[in-house]
């Protein structure tokens, strides 16, 4: 008899064990990223590699900046991410896309819950998640216009559960476009001041 219980109290132990680890294994949500991509990620992201400067603004904006445990130069340098953010200086530098310096095994040590890229670097995004398994989540390749990036926006909230705050920031921007192309509008156009904005290269060749 004593048998019989024993074994009985075994299996309600190991069906306990499996039912909790086939929970845990269902907690994952399905996000459709910048480029049309569909990604499972982990339904409660603690972790995150951003491969791009804006995503990392984005992150930090979030509120979500203390969960990313790798990134990329640029963001690192940048006196804005520094002086909100000044962690950003501590983290691990994986390297970049851009210049042909990211380093796998750097991206792999980390054990990222999912990487943020940008849309440009799509076939980076298939073989990271090809050889390492991890979620790549595609940001903009490039802005055409404001909703490029509110989109963006948008994709990182709901990946890291920011919904709401990705709404307020998204909120704040079109509103503040509002308010300017209500100016604007009153300016005629003989008037107006151009400008010439030319970001830096993607890559090394400033020509390409």
Do not use: H
Request: hydrophobic share 40%.
């Amino acid at each position: 008899m004593k048998l019989i219980a024993y074994l009985l109290i075994a299996c309600l132990v190991e069906l306990a064990a499996f039912s909790g680890s086939l929970a845990q294994g269902e907690q994952k949500i399905k996000v459709v990223d910048f480029n049309g991509r569909q990604v499972e990620v982990s339904a409660n992201i603690s972790s995150i590699v951003s491969l791009d400067p804006d995503a990392t603004r984005i992150l930090v904006a979030l509120g979500a900046g203390d969960y990313i445990v790798g990134a990329e130069a640029t963001a690192k340098s940048c006196p804005i991410i520094n002086k909100v953010f000044p962690k950003v200086k501590t983290l691990p530098d994986v390297g970049s896309i851009s210049q042909s310096t990211l380093s796998l095994e750097k991206l792999a040590n980390l054990k990222p819950d999912v990487v943020f890229l940008r849309g440009l670097y799509q076939d980076t995004a298939e073989k990271i998640q090809g050889e390492l398994g991890i979620p790549c989540v595609c940001t903009y390749g490039s802005v055409k216009s404001a909703n490029d990036y509110i989109k963006t926006i948008s994709v990182i909230g709901k990946t890291v559960k920011r919904e709401n705050r990705a709404g307020e920031i998204s909120s704040i921007i079109q509103n503040k476009l509002a308010d300017i192309n209500a100016t604007v509008s009153s300016i005629p156009d003989n008037q107006r001041v151009r400008t010439l904005y030319i970001g830096p290269p993607f890559t090394k060749d400033p020509l390409r």
